[in-house]
């Protein structure tokens, strides 16, 4: 027995460097330098054999095994990416080939029919290849997020806001951070794929959710853009201008614009019930004449210079916001206590100007280590005038503002090898307000109002299957009004989660988080306003700042041609901010509290899928149950709604039509039942190139549509309905024209941010 053992032994020992077979090892890197997730890799022969083959992890690493010795070709190929075929030889040993760079191949992808999925599942983000027609149909770099028609992502091409399931989206360009304008104006041909994080990690870490634009680059030329809208069935209009000129490695930037709205029409029948001290009030306001007026200007200059080490923008704008025209006259009906029918008239002005200086720098301080700072710094100055005139009584006040603040972010991140990152930020919020009133109540304040935040974040990567995302950090607020001593808060916060990949198309995660708000500056505001001479408005100083518990499972996937998202979340606002009655004598004073708490539960999911070439569709379906356990309120509300999105792409021309049913809400912060109607809507674009012409119209066979609310404070109770001109049977024109000269210059997304602060409390 030993002696057959021995021979075999020799046999196969002698055999043995014959057959030896090893691992070829490699990297797949896109131009970016970052790792290519699932690519295909195929070892052929000479003749083209098959022999083997494998794809790339989430690094874009890849390993095969079981090669022999001999001279092979290797073919490379993911969707978006020009394939590549590399001949090599295998040794007798294992050997690891050369870095694999893939090119983006747009241009073909678009020019034949994909029966394929350009949603593309990479270890921590949704890469999105825009095809040919989504392209050709877009004029800006939020008309083309919108033609992808991401799952649970919304695009306001209107306001220009993007929001996640997570939250409100940060977008980037290259990664490097972009503001709305640069978006806006973000050519959609330059576009080569769009990133979507869900999760955000890595450079990401610390946005709700992060949109990445990977763009052509140029380095000479430039470009003119302008644009226009104009609204039919009321006064209103966009008009803006952009223009950018690229000398190597330096962009300026200018953007202005003007806008404006002006309508009628406003029809409001409120119901009031008023227990005062003494009486109970019964009140009935009927809207007979109303108009609305408002304006806003600004002008955008911007400096850019990139290099592979660092990127450096600075940033001055002006903005200038007026509302010179909101007046009102109202039929006031009294029953109960002294009854009697008199009219009032209500006229509002209001006035910003906001000169604003922004700075920041990303440093890459080598392949492991990133540094982005930032600092914005903005004045405003406030003016309200506000008249209220009741049968022959008359209440006025006048307040003027100076508002100072400025933001400083810094963000560290180190990623020691591909499993391990470690994120860490410093940010500091601060806003002084110096305010006069004048007229019914004189009175000057003073307030401060900031918020130190230290966050720390730790993910780590348990092969390819599991991400953890640990971010614990601290919260220091403080706030002071004029004559009192400052007031420190401390929270803890945290956003932790876990991400489990099933695989290449389906994940799944879980996580809580636990954040505060500060309340906002105008409601710790002490001084008195006259709503009308039953009622006077007052801040509350002594207001708690809102604890934030969000609880959350997500799920997203592609079965088949459905891209998918679902999500359900418990929310919880601990010490929610919410309107306070409570009496004086005979008068209700309108004013703030903070001791109960706002329960939501949510669910949702959205769904989206290419029917074909010409046909693509998004449909979402959400239910949300809202309750408080505010004493003496015990308020719920549930509601299901549904909306649907469809674009049909035909030559030269996109038609989109989209459609999102009635809502019952419960609002967090005014605890009011509203009722919203559906809104429906149809759009015609025109493109070809450079030039884009669209009209458009919004509920065209609606009439009056109603907005409605009611609320019961116990001693205060109301039910109101509204419609307006605005709200039923609008449409709009839109023109917009590129002219690009030099060499042509990527357009860059443009992002002007139009809020404006103020700690002045209004009676309204």
């Known amino acids: ?176 951070k ?87 029409g406003i029809k409001k029948e409120k119901n009031e019930t008023l227990f005062l001290s003494d009486y109970t009030v019964n009140r009935n306001r009927e809207t007979g004449y109303a108009n609305y007026r408002s304006n806003y200007k600004y002008i955008h200059l911007q400096v850019s210079n990139n290099t592979k080490k660092r990127n450096l923008l600075s940033r001055f704008s002006l903005n200038h916001s007026a509302t010179p025209q909101n007046d009102r006259d109202e039929r006031l009906n009294y029953t109960g206590h002294n009854v009697r029918s008199v009219m009032s008239s209500e006229k509002t002005e209001s006035n910003s100007l906001r000169p604003t200086a922004y700075l920041r720098g990303d440093f890459n301080l080598s392949e492991k280590h990133l540094l982005k700072s930032e600092f914005v710094t903005w004045y405003t100055r406030n003016t309200y005038e506000r008249t209220y005139t009741e049968d022959q009584r008359r209440s006025s006040t006048s307040v003027n503002e100076n508002l100072y603040s400025f933001v400083m972010t810094n963000r560290y991140t180190f990623r020691p090898d591909a499993y391990n990152t470690f994120f860490t930020r410093l940010n500091h919020y601060h806003d002084i307000s110096s305010l006069t009133y004048t007229g019914d109540y004189d009175s000057r304040q003073h307030l401060q109002k900031g918020e130190t935040l230290l966050m720390f974040d730790y993910t780590h990567e348990f092969g390819e299957k599991i991400t953890l995302s640990i971010d614990p950090g601290i919260s220091l607020m403080n706030y002071r009004l004029q004559n009192e001593r400052m007031k420190y808060v401390w929270t803890f916060r945290t956003n932790t989660w876990v991400r489990y990949r099933f695989n290449s198309l389906h994940w799944i995660g879980v996580g809580f988080s636990h954040h505060n708000n500060q309340p906002e500056i105008s409601t710790l505001n002490e001084v008195d306003q006259t ?19 969000n609880l959350y499972m997500m799920y997203e996937g592609r079965i088949g041609p459905f891209n998918m998202q679902a999500r359900v979340w418990k929310e919880q606002f601990k010490h929610n901010i919410y309107p306070h009655y409570y009496t004086e004598g005979n008068k209700l004073i309108s004013s703030y509290c903070s001791d109960g708490s706002f329960n939501r539960f949510n669910a949702d999911m959205s769904v989206s899928c290419r029917i074909s070439d010409h046909i693509r569709t998004r449909l979402g379906l959400e239910y949300h149950d809202m309750y408080t356990d505010i004493e003496q309120l015990h308020l719920s509300r549930k509601n299901f709604a549904a909306s649907a999105d469809v674009n049909y792409f035909i030559q030269s021309f996109a038609i989109n039509a989209y459609l999102k049913t009635p809502k019952k809400i419960l609002d967090q912060s005014r605890l009011v039942l509203m ?44 039910d109101q309905t509204q419609t307006s001109r605005i709200y039923q049977q609008t449409a709009y024109l839109k023109l917009a024209y590129t002219f690009d000269f030099g060499r042509k210059t990527s ?15 209004k009676a309204e």
């Open 531 to 549: 709503i009308d001479f039953y009622q006077i408005k007052r801040g509350n100083p002594n207001l708690k700042n809102t604890k934030l518990l």
């Open 675 to 718: 009722e919203t109607p559906m809104i429906y809507g149809l759009s015609v674009r025109y493109s070809n190139r450079n030039l884009m012409a669209e009209a458009g119209t919004e509920n065209p066979f609606t009439r009056q549509a109603q907005y409605r609310e009611y609320a019961d404070y116990n001693i205060y109770r109301y």
């Open 178 to 264: 972009a503001d709305f304008r640069d978006v806006q104006n973000l050519r959609p041909r330059d576009i080569e794929k769009v990133e979507y994080y869900t999760l955000p990690t890595g450079k990401y870490t610390g946005d709700a959710a992060s949109i990445n634009y990977i763009t052509k680059t140029y380095t000479t030329g430039g470009y003119v853009n302008m644009e226009a809208e104009q609204k039919i069935g009321y006064l209103g209009g966009n008009y803006d201008v952009a223009a950018k000129l690229s000398h190597k490695q330096t962009n300026y930037s200018f953007y202005g614009g003007y806008s404006t709205t002006g309508y009628g």
């Open 1 to 176: 027995m030993y002696q057959i053992l021995l021979i075999l032994s020799l046999i196969l020992g002698v055999m043995q460097p014959v057959q030896a077979q090893h691992i070829l090892k490699g990297v797949v890197y896109d131009e970016a330098g970052t790792g290519v997730f699932s690519t295909t890799l195929r070892v052929l022969t000479e003749d083209s054999v098959f022999v083997s083959g494998g794809i790339t992890d989430g690094n874009g690493d890849f390993e095969i095994k079981n090669i022999k010795a001999g001279k092979y070709i290797l073919a490379v190929s993911n969707i978006g990416y020009a394939g590549q075929f590399i001949a090599f030889e295998m040794p007798g040993s294992d050997y690891t080939l050369p870095a694999v760079v893939l090119k983006t191949d747009v241009v073909a992808l678009g020019e034949v029919t994909v029966r394929g999925s350009t949603f593309i599942r990479k270890k921590d983000h949704l890469l999105v290849i825009p095809d040919k027609q989504q392209i050709k149909h877009a004029f800006s770099g939020y008309d083309l997020l919108y033609n992808l028609m991401i799952p649970g992502l919304d695009v306001n091409r209107k306001d220009k806001k993007v929001t996640a399931t997570t939250g409100e989206a940060t977008l980037y360009i290259n990664g490097v």
């Open 747 to 761: 357009r860059e997304q443009s992002e002007v941010d139009k809020t404006i602060k103020s700690a002045i409390l």
